[in-house]
Every structure is written in C-alpha cells, then in structure tokens.
C-alpha cells in the first residue's frame, strides 16, 4: 500500500505564502507524476498543478500560473507545493495525488488518472 501525507497548510492573510509538503510511503512505488488538486466547499475538485518526474516538465492551472510553484525531489518521493500572492479564492483543502502511469498533456488536470491520493490538508486564506 502506498500513503501520501500532505503537511504545510493553514490559515494565512491574502498576499501572504505557505509551503505545502507531500511525501510518498510504503511499498515499492516509483511514479511518473505527482499532482496536487484542491476542492472548495461546494464545488468539484480542480487540477493546481503537475510535475512529471521523467519529463521535468510542471504544468498549472491558469488560476494559479505565476503564483504557485511545484517542485520535487523524486529520491524522497516528495513533492512541494509553494503558494505565493495567496489570495481568498484559494481557500481550499489541497489534496496530494501520485500517477503510476504515464501521462501527456492533457491527462495531467484529469484526478481520474491519478492512482494514489493523500488525505488533504485545509488552507484558509482570510481577506
């Protein structure tokens, strides 16, 4: 079995930042993307970002394209999530995701593609 653990959310003040952590345990996994999504109250989860370990290609949505940074360290299995310029409407709880397939460009946004998902954590944007 494979666990992803998110760590790093919270409640911070619009324009401010936070740095999300998401690290990969258990059995033997090796995987060809790592992705974080997040879901609003009400509303459907969304694709935030990407990160395809064998390409070194990232890939955002447009939401939050300049603002947020994905990165990795695929020895850890770990993969970071820096959110800068937060804004209200990021208010989510963010949830870490991990593909053991490959994927192309279009694949990455799809969560039906992503076979491992963490449990979430909240962040909170005041205005």
């Known amino acids: 079995q494979v666990q992803l653990v998110e760590s790093g959310g919270g409640l911070v003040q619009a324009g401010g930042s936070l740095r999300l952590s998401c690290a990969a345990s258990?059995?033997?996994?090796?995987?060809?993307?790592m992705g974080w999504f997040r879901q609003a109250p009400g509303k459907e989860r969304e694709f935030v970002a990407a990160l395809s370990w064998s390409a070194g290609s990232t890939y955002y949505a447009d939401s939050v394209k300049g603002r947020f940074t994905i990165s990795g360290d695929n020895a850890k299995n770990t993969v970071y999530l820096q959110m800068n310029s937060l804004k209200p409407e990021d208010t989510a709880v963010y949830y870490c995701a991990a593909a053991g397939r490959q994927l192309y460009y279009n694949d990455y946004p799809s969560p039906l593609l992503y076979d491992y998902w963490g449990q979430g954590t909240q962040v909170t944007v005041s205005s």
């Open positions: 258990g059995r033997t996994f090796s995987s060809y993307a």
